[in-house]
């Protein structure tokens, strides 16, 4: 019969000697900028990887905020600020990937389009990727305001023949979306740091600020918003939105911009949904023979998104002493 001895592996005599030393589970990198989190550098597997091996964590801050208080403060931040999070650290980076967190920030972003449908969307454009999804998906930014400030030139009135003045001028338009499919619509000459104040369903109307109804397909946005009065008019806006990174969403093209009149069965009968009204209508169609249709072709400049915590730093609130003219990217 045979023994074990008869089956023993020859080594050969060069590896013995490697055979003898102490194994070295991985290398210790040293870098300065790391003092914070530690000296070790070891490889992160995953958030809830099956391949994911407990071990003692040398970053203090680690150490004292385990993964499930760590995953309760992911899931309370706005998309953005878990981007600015993933930066941190590859623990930070690995956890954010998590699904859950870009699942609900999607569902909420286009709760217009329904549950069901963006199921079918992720799965047929964006290979079941929630995260590749919010990158990759146009959808108008809620954290913020859309601003477009238009300036032009007005000749002034010529004074004892000697001086020809001319004036600059500068208003801005406004817009604020909502995930529920309304917006808000301000054209003022304000600032975008005192705007903002009243940009909100809660403003009197003092403030003009007018309500209306939008609808997101693919990049185009069509919006529709009523001015009451004796003469109601209700004005159309046609935009394009873009980015200047990937999922931006911070650029938006101005295509079209038209006022009509309605009557005042229309206007009262759909008031809350404005846009259902002018579905379908051409540019130069009017409801009211009083308010002719008006395609305007002045102030078309892009819509720039400014985030709320940038409001108050914005370049857009420099007076036309300092900048006269702005071209957004």
């Known amino acids: 019969m045979a023994t074990g001895s008869d089956f023993a592996l020859a080594v050969p005599s060069e590896l013995e000697s490697v055979l003898r030393l102490k194994t070295v589970e991985y290398f210790v990198t040293r870098r300065p900028w790391l003092d914070l989190y ?13 391949s994911r091996k407990p071990y003692v964590d040398s970053a203090p801050l680690h150490r004292c905020l385990p993964d499930e208080l760590l995953f309760e403060v992911f899931a309370r931040m706005t998309p953005y600020d878990l981007g600015k999070a993933a930066c941190v650290c590859r623990k930070w980076r ?21 549950v069901v449908e963006n199921y079918k969307i992720l799965q047929s454009k964006f290979d079941g990727s929630w995260r590749k999804m919010w990158l990759s998906r146009p959808r108008l930014r809620t954290d913020g305001l859309y601003v477009s400030r238009n300036t032009y030139i007005r000749v002034g009135v010529a004074e004892w023949k000697i001086t020809n003045p001319v004036h600059v001028v500068c208003y801005f338009r ?9 917006f808000l619509y301000k ?90 009204v002018v579905e379908g209508w051409q540019d130069d169609e009017t409801h009211n023979p009083d308010v002719p249709a008006v395609s ?29 003219y702005f071209v957004p990217g």
């Open 38 to 50: 530690g000296v070790n550098v070891r490889p992160v597997a995953p958030f809830g990887s099956v």
């Open 94 to 114: 690995y956890t954010i990937r998590n699904p859950v967190f870009w699942r609900n920030a999607c569902l909420k972003a286009w709760q217009v389009s329904g």
């Open 174 to 182: 406004y817009l604020r979306f909502f995930p529920s499919g309304r």
């Open 187 to 276: 054209n003022s000459s304000q600032k975008v740091k005192d705007v903002v104040k009243c940009m909100n369903f809660r403003s009197s109307k003092a403030d003009c600020v007018f309500g209306g109804n939008y609808t997101l397909s693919d990049d185009k946005v069509e919006a529709a918003v009523l001015y009451p009065g004796a003469r109601p008019t209700v004005l159309r806006i046609r935009l394009r939105l873009r980015g200047t990174t990937a999922g931006a969403n911070n650029r938006m093209d101005l295509l079209s911009l038209v006022t009509s009149g309605v009557n005042s069965s229309e206007a009262s009968a759909y008031e809350e949904d404005i846009l259902g």
């Open 296 to 324: 305007h072709k002045r102030g078309m400049t892009p819509f720039v998104f400014v985030p709320f915590g940038e409001v108050e730093t914005s370049v857009l609130n420099l007076p036309v002493e300092k900048m006269d």
